[in-house]
T-cell receptor, first 114, second 113 residues
Framework: DGGITQSPKYLFRKEGQNVTLSCEQNLNHDAMYWYRQDPGQGLRLIYYSQIVNDFQKGDIAEGYSVSREKKESFPLTVTSAQKNPTAFYLC?????????????FGDGTRLSIL | GNSVTQMEGPVTLSEEAFLTINCTYTATGYPSLFWYVQYPGEGLQLLLKATKADDKGSNKGFEATYRKETTSFHLEKGSVQVSDSAVYFCAPTAGSSASKIIFGSGTRLSIRP
């Protein structure tokens, strides 16, 4: 079955450490997205990518970085500059950034501070 | 700018009660509408899609309606079950700028047996 796989499901970060969250999709989608979800809150867009080797900042990109070297993969790095990284991170994809189709979501990664 | 306001929760209902969740938006153009559901510890799943005024969209007993005169969306179910307990998000696309999906803040629904 096609879908989006996020790993790990739980991740712990030490002070001053960078951590990378994995997102892989086999839906052949061009567009991919990273969202942050805080308890009881909606989704906030961190970064998105319309196509391979291209990505754009979302609403809360500071302290995060991404890459899009392959169509299937869109990893998110939470850097030490992100002072409040504890949250639930969701990856999503869509056929195209300018389509009116819905997004498909992974099951999320929960990041906590040690 | 475009914005979406979703009915605040939590909403607590008894099993077999009628459910309605409201979502209003401001945007130029005619939007597509998505309702997503998030079960505890999981990502979002698409529940319903509606892209026309007369396309109510239905799935798993849920129905999505759109009222153009008030630019509001409504998610309804005639008889809820305990398994419907989750957080529900509305996500209109921003009308003519279909690239940007805007998520509501989510409505937490709890169903009592």
């Amino acid at each position: 079955d096609g879908g989006i796989t996020q790993s790990p499901k739980y991740l712990f970060r030490k002070e001053g450490q960078n951590v990378t969250l994995s997102c892989e999709q086999n839906l052949n989608h061009d567009a991919m997205y990273w969202y942050r979800q805080d308890p009881g809150q909606g989704l906030r867009l961190i970064y998105y990518s319309q196509i391979v080797n291209d990505f754009q900042k979302g609403d809360i990109a500071e302290g995060y970085s991404v890459s899009r070297e392959k169509k299937e993969s869109f990893p998110l790095t939470v850097t030490s500059a992100q002072k409040n990284p504890t949250a639930f991170y969701l990856c999503a994809s869509r056929t195209g950034h300018y389509s009116n189709q819905p997004q498909h979501f992974g099951d999320g990664t929960r990041l906590s501070i040690l | 700018g475009n914005s979406v306001t979703q009915m605040e929760g939590p909403v607590t209902l008894s099993e077999e009660a009628f459910l309605t969740i409201n979502c209003t938006y401001t945007a130029t153009g005619y939007p597509s509408l998505f309702w997503y559901v998030q079960y505890p510890g999981e990502g979002l799943q698409l529940l319903l899609k509606a892209t026309k005024a007369d396309d109510k969209g239905s799935n798993k007993g849920f129905e999505a309606t759109y009222r153009k005169e008030t630019t509001s969306f409504h998610l309804e179910k005639g008889s809820v079950q305990v398994s419907d307990s989750a957080v529900y998000f509305c996500a209109p696309t921003a009308g003519s700028s279909a690239s940007k999906i805007i998520f509501g803040s989510g409505t937490r629904l709890s169903i009592r047996p």
